[in-house]
């Protein structure tokens, strides 16, 4: 789903997209010969330093099975990648083939005309082999715009030793989050939790956990400012007033961490996609020292947003043979298996959970029950907007600069705004 807003390109990534990507001339290829050819441009907005080396190496494989096709990967940072493709596809110059498309960006990007309709396409086979909630960000209008690559959803992630070294186990429920965090700082002098504070999509599992919801779809009503909404503004708001989390106002990714990759906090909450960074950190050097758990329950029940990644080809791309062939192989299941294996990312088609890589994956294997429960997101172009005025609200109360009840007004007072119609 979702990583921080402040992951770095890899070397002139955006130098290379003004002049190598699928919507300049040089990228034309040709099938008439049977064989594909030409530059397939594909932004990734995976984690730099991680899962960016694995996704380039499988990149390259696609090279091998087509030598007359270059593929020229760029990655581009997740923070701003989807207002970076939304200029380029707008100006006709400088968008990507392929692009990387979290879930949400995907009706909005379709939307505004800027995908090609997959539908019969090369892009798109076995679509019965698709989880059905991957399979439902991809859809538009009837018409399917991407296929997806990964799901994912969160957990909560905890530091077996100092939870050994405090004597408690994992939290169930709120009451029981605020319990322990209160244990470990009496006994560790560690934090319980650190709650990112910088980026709504974290406030998704509190707000689901009280029952809650951002917009109802169906009815086309804002519901976040209900009963509920407010609810799960001073659950996180009382997290951070006791004393049981630290947060922040920015550069949240780096901080949330850093301070639970070296021992300063005993739990975060994070999705498969931050595994293999956490791996890196001194306190995780033994990897069986990384627990993984559910999202502790709101007072409705447990919560955890379903996020992913789906990958979709630029409507204005002059080379949509070799575009589609590369989304083909990067889904395909043995893709999928081996991005399991290697970064314990959860595949989006069933039958790759059954190769070994997958199986072999005690994270996969956690989340999978995880995503088959998850709450979705409405599937509307307004989705991915719905989080600018949210992330505004939810770190003014987490840093004391508003109040629960003032903060849920003000965001359905702008999604009111953005939606228009909408009660």
């Known amino acids: ?229 407010v609810k799960a503004f001073k659950t996180v708001k009382d997290l951070v007033d006791s004393g049981a989390a630290k947060t922040d106002a920015t550069d949240g990714w780096e901080n949330m961490q850093s301070s639970f990759k070296d021992g300063k906090v005993a739990m975060m909450i994070n999705g498969p996609w931050a595994v293999a960074d956490t791996l890196t950190g001194k306190e995780f050097a033994d990897k069986a020292n990384l627990g993984i758990s559910p999202v502790p329950a709101g007072t409705a029940g447990q919560g955890a947003p379903q996020g992913g990644h789906n990958l979709a080809v630029y409507a204005g791309s002059k080379n949509l043979d070799a575009s589609y062939a590369f989304v083909d192989y990067m889904t395909s299941v043995e893709t999928q298996a081996q991005t399991a294996g290697e970064l314990n990312l959860l595949p989006t088609r069933t039958s790759a959970y059954a190769k070994q890589e997958a199986a072999d994956s005690e994270i996969v294997q956690f989340f999978k029950p995880v995503v088959e429960t998850a709450v979705e997101r409405p599937w509307i172009p307004e989705t991915g907007s719905l989080f600018a005025p949210l992330v505004t609200e939810y770190t003014k109360v987490l840093t004391g600069q508003t109040t629960p009840e003032k903060a849920a007004s003000a965001t359905g007072d702008s999604y009111r705004k953005l939606l228009k119609g909408w009660k």
């Open 1 to 229: 789903m979702r990583r921080g807003i402040t992951a770095t390109a890899l070397v002139a990534a955006l130098a290379l997209a003004a002049t190598a990507c699928g919507s300049d001339d040089e990228s034309g290829g040709s099938k008439s010969s049977g064989e594909l050819s030409g530059t397939v441009t594909w932004w990734d907005t995976s984690t730099v330093g991680s899962e960016d080396k694995v996704f380039k190496k499988i990149a390259e494989g696609f090279e091998k099975k087509h030598p007359k096709v270059d593929v020229k990967y760029v990655n581009v940072p997740f923070g701003e990648a989807q207002n970076k493709f939304k200029n380029a596809a707008q100006a006709g110059a400088g968008a990507p083939d392929v692009i990387r498309s979290e879930v949400a960006w995907t009706p909005e990007f379709a939307d505004l005309g800027y995908l090609a309709p997959l539908d019969g396409t090369a892009a798109l086979k076995d679509q019965g082999d698709f989880l059905e909630q991957a399979a439902a960000s991809t859809k538009y209008k009837d018409k399917t715009y991407a296929v997806p690559q990964v799901i994912d959803s969160m957990g909560i992630f905890y530091n077996k030793k100092i939870f050994a070294d405090a004597g408690v186990e994992v939290p169930k429920n709120i009451a029981d989050l605020k319990t322990v965090s209160k244990t470990i700082k009496d006994k560790t002098g560690k934090t319980g939790l650190y709650l990112r504070g910088d980026d709504a999509y974290w406030f998704l599992s509190f707000l689901y956990g009280e029952g809650g919801d951002l917009v109802d779809a169906d009815s086309k009503t804002v519901t976040v400012d209900k009963p509920e909404g």
